[in-house]
Protein backbone atom coordinates (compact mmCIF):
# COMPACT_ATOMS: atom_id res chain seq x y z
CA UNK A 1 0.00 0.00 0.00
CA UNK A 2 1.26 3.45 -0.69
CA UNK A 3 1.40 6.54 1.60
CA UNK A 4 0.22 9.54 1.33
CA UNK A 5 2.25 12.27 -0.36
CA UNK A 6 2.99 15.09 1.64
CA UNK A 7 1.53 18.72 0.56
CA UNK A 8 4.76 19.70 -0.89
CA UNK A 9 4.91 16.85 -3.02
CA UNK A 10 1.01 17.28 -3.63
CA UNK A 11 1.92 21.25 -4.79
CA UNK A 12 5.04 20.34 -7.01
CA UNK A 13 3.06 17.46 -8.80
CA UNK A 14 -0.45 19.44 -9.07
CA UNK A 15 -1.46 22.16 -6.97
CA UNK A 16 1.05 24.77 -8.15
CA UNK A 17 2.45 23.48 -10.84
CA UNK A 18 1.79 25.41 -14.23
CA UNK A 19 2.45 24.50 -18.01
CA UNK A 20 5.36 26.89 -19.05
CA UNK A 21 6.02 28.72 -22.35
CA UNK A 22 9.87 29.27 -21.99
CA UNK A 23 12.75 27.90 -19.89
CA UNK A 24 15.93 28.59 -17.81
CA UNK A 25 19.03 27.98 -19.69
CA UNK A 26 19.59 24.82 -17.18
CA UNK A 27 20.02 22.18 -19.91
CA UNK A 28 18.48 18.72 -19.65
CA UNK A 29 20.47 15.66 -20.14
CA UNK A 30 20.01 11.98 -21.56
CA UNK A 31 20.44 10.63 -18.00
CA UNK A 32 17.40 13.24 -17.38
CA UNK A 33 14.80 11.87 -19.57
CA UNK A 34 16.62 8.01 -19.21
CA UNK A 35 15.02 9.21 -15.14
CA UNK A 36 11.75 10.39 -16.45
CA UNK A 37 10.84 7.11 -18.76
CA UNK A 38 11.76 4.66 -15.73
CA UNK A 39 8.75 6.48 -14.20
CA UNK A 40 6.79 6.73 -16.94
CA UNK A 41 6.50 3.17 -17.87
CA UNK A 42 5.19 2.25 -14.37
CA UNK A 43 2.40 3.88 -14.87
CA UNK A 44 -0.90 1.54 -15.84
CA UNK A 45 -2.24 0.37 -19.63
CA UNK A 46 -4.54 -1.69 -20.22
CA UNK A 47 -3.20 -5.01 -20.29
CA UNK A 48 0.15 -3.44 -19.39
CA UNK A 49 -0.15 -2.30 -23.62
CA UNK A 50 3.13 0.12 -23.27
CA UNK A 51 1.64 1.84 -26.65
CA UNK A 52 3.76 4.90 -26.23
CA UNK A 53 6.42 5.63 -28.92
CA UNK A 54 8.71 8.20 -27.32
CA UNK A 55 11.41 10.93 -29.39
CA UNK A 56 13.66 13.32 -27.22
CA UNK A 57 14.91 16.06 -28.84
CA UNK A 58 17.90 17.33 -27.20
CA UNK A 59 19.84 18.85 -30.29
CA UNK A 60 18.84 22.40 -31.95
CA UNK A 61 18.69 20.84 -35.75
CA UNK A 62 15.90 18.29 -34.12
CA UNK A 63 14.48 20.85 -32.33
CA UNK A 64 14.23 23.52 -35.38
CA UNK A 65 12.94 20.34 -37.51
CA UNK A 66 9.79 19.72 -35.15
CA UNK A 67 8.95 23.27 -34.91
CA UNK A 68 8.44 23.25 -38.41
CA UNK A 69 5.34 21.55 -37.88
CA UNK A 70 3.62 23.28 -34.84
CA UNK A 71 1.73 26.05 -34.85
CA UNK A 72 3.57 29.62 -34.97
CA UNK A 73 2.83 30.28 -31.35
CA UNK A 74 3.80 26.44 -30.47
CA UNK A 75 7.14 26.48 -33.05
CA UNK A 76 8.95 29.30 -30.76
CA UNK A 77 8.56 27.10 -27.44
CA UNK A 78 10.09 24.42 -29.29
CA UNK A 79 12.96 25.95 -30.28
CA UNK A 80 13.63 27.13 -27.24
CA UNK A 81 13.32 24.69 -25.21
CA UNK A 82 15.78 22.60 -23.65
CA UNK A 83 14.28 19.83 -24.82
CA UNK A 84 10.93 18.69 -26.64
CA UNK A 85 9.61 15.09 -26.91
CA UNK A 86 7.20 13.75 -28.90
CA UNK A 87 4.75 11.15 -27.73
CA UNK A 88 3.50 8.68 -30.10
CA UNK A 89 1.20 5.47 -30.14
CA UNK A 90 1.83 1.78 -32.34
CA UNK A 91 -0.68 0.70 -33.56
CA UNK A 92 0.72 -3.02 -33.86
CA UNK A 93 1.32 -2.44 -29.63
CA UNK A 94 0.29 -6.34 -29.45
CA UNK A 95 2.59 -7.54 -30.74
CA UNK A 96 4.48 -6.93 -27.90
CA UNK A 97 2.18 -8.37 -25.68
CA UNK A 98 3.93 -11.87 -24.83
CA UNK A 99 6.80 -9.67 -23.70
CA UNK A 100 4.83 -7.04 -21.26
CA UNK A 101 1.72 -9.35 -20.52
CA UNK A 102 3.52 -12.80 -20.57
CA UNK A 103 1.23 -14.94 -18.65
CA UNK A 104 -1.44 -15.26 -21.12
CA UNK A 105 -1.57 -14.57 -24.89
CA UNK A 106 -3.64 -11.23 -25.17
CA UNK A 107 -2.89 -10.29 -28.80
CA UNK A 108 -5.91 -11.93 -30.05
CA UNK A 109 -8.19 -9.14 -27.63
CA UNK A 110 -6.48 -6.50 -29.94
CA UNK A 111 -7.19 -8.20 -33.51
CA UNK A 112 -9.51 -5.98 -34.51
CA UNK A 113 -7.73 -2.97 -36.11
CA UNK A 114 -9.83 0.22 -35.54
CA UNK A 115 -10.75 -1.44 -31.67
CA UNK A 116 -6.78 -2.12 -31.29
CA UNK A 117 -5.86 1.65 -32.46
CA UNK A 118 -8.25 3.29 -29.81
CA UNK A 119 -6.87 1.13 -27.25
CA UNK A 120 -3.32 2.58 -28.47
CA UNK A 121 -4.58 6.09 -28.46
CA UNK A 122 -6.14 6.06 -24.85
CA UNK A 123 -3.38 4.16 -23.51
CA UNK A 124 -0.69 6.58 -24.82
CA UNK A 125 -2.34 9.09 -23.59
CA UNK A 126 -2.44 8.16 -20.12
CA UNK A 127 1.30 7.64 -20.78
CA UNK A 128 1.77 11.43 -21.85
CA UNK A 129 -0.01 12.25 -18.72
CA UNK A 130 2.86 10.13 -16.44
CA UNK A 131 5.28 12.46 -18.80
CA UNK A 132 3.83 15.49 -17.16
CA UNK A 133 3.65 14.28 -13.31
CA UNK A 134 7.09 11.69 -13.83
CA UNK A 135 8.77 15.15 -15.25
CA UNK A 136 7.27 17.14 -12.74
CA UNK A 137 8.18 14.44 -9.65
CA UNK A 138 11.69 14.75 -10.87
CA UNK A 139 12.26 18.68 -10.36
CA UNK A 140 11.43 19.59 -14.48
CA UNK A 141 8.55 21.08 -16.00
CA UNK A 142 6.90 20.83 -19.56
CA UNK A 143 4.41 22.35 -22.12
CA UNK A 144 2.70 19.89 -23.35
CA UNK A 145 0.53 20.79 -26.79
CA UNK A 146 -1.55 19.63 -29.56
CA UNK A 147 -1.19 22.16 -32.26
CA UNK A 148 1.37 20.70 -34.99
CA UNK A 149 0.24 18.86 -38.16
CA UNK A 150 0.75 15.38 -37.00
CA UNK A 151 0.66 13.89 -40.47
CA UNK A 152 3.72 15.65 -40.84
CA UNK A 153 5.52 15.11 -38.00
CA UNK A 154 4.68 11.13 -38.54
CA UNK A 155 5.92 11.72 -41.90
CA UNK A 156 9.64 13.13 -40.95
CA UNK A 157 10.14 11.43 -37.77
CA UNK A 158 8.66 7.91 -38.49
CA UNK A 159 9.26 7.37 -41.81
CA UNK A 160 10.56 3.90 -40.84
CA UNK A 161 7.55 3.20 -38.35
CA UNK A 162 4.47 3.27 -40.54
CA UNK A 163 2.60 1.97 -37.61
CA UNK A 164 3.65 5.14 -35.34
CA UNK A 165 0.71 8.38 -34.91
CA UNK A 166 1.84 10.98 -32.94
CA UNK A 167 -0.49 12.40 -30.45
CA UNK A 168 1.04 15.06 -28.09
CA UNK A 169 4.47 17.32 -28.35
CA UNK A 170 5.86 18.53 -24.90
CA UNK A 171 8.34 21.23 -23.96
CA UNK A 172 10.67 20.48 -21.28
CA UNK A 173 12.88 22.23 -18.66
CA UNK A 174 13.22 24.22 -15.89
CA UNK A 175 10.15 26.34 -16.37
CA UNK A 176 10.92 30.42 -16.28
CA UNK A 177 8.30 31.76 -14.23
CA UNK A 178 7.83 35.10 -16.29
CA UNK A 179 6.77 32.74 -19.22
CA UNK A 180 3.21 31.62 -17.34
CA UNK A 181 0.11 33.18 -17.35
CA UNK A 182 -2.54 34.15 -14.35
CA UNK A 183 -3.83 30.48 -12.82
CA UNK A 184 -6.69 29.00 -14.82
CA UNK A 185 -10.46 28.86 -13.44
CA UNK A 186 -11.01 25.05 -11.85
CA UNK A 187 -14.50 23.76 -11.69
CA UNK A 188 -15.78 23.46 -8.33
CA UNK A 189 -16.47 19.39 -7.74
CA UNK A 190 -20.34 19.91 -7.46
CA UNK A 191 -19.88 21.07 -11.05
CA UNK A 192 -18.91 18.04 -13.37
CA UNK A 193 -18.73 15.02 -10.32
CA UNK A 194 -21.76 12.53 -9.62
CA UNK A 195 -22.37 10.76 -6.65
CA UNK A 196 -24.22 7.49 -6.31
Known sequence: MGEK????????????????????????TQDDIKAIYELVKMGPTSANQQPARFVWLLSQDAKDKLAGF??????????KAPASVIIAYDKEFHEHLPEFFPHVDARP???????????AFLNSTLQAAYFIIAARALGFDTGPMTGFDNAA???AFFADQPNYRSTILST???????SIFGRLPRPAFEKFNTVL
Open 5 to 28: LTDSALDTIFRTARTYNGYTDAPV
Open 70 to 79: ASANNADKIR
Open 109 to 119: WFAEPVARERH
Open 153 to 155: VDA
Open 172 to 178: LGHGDPA
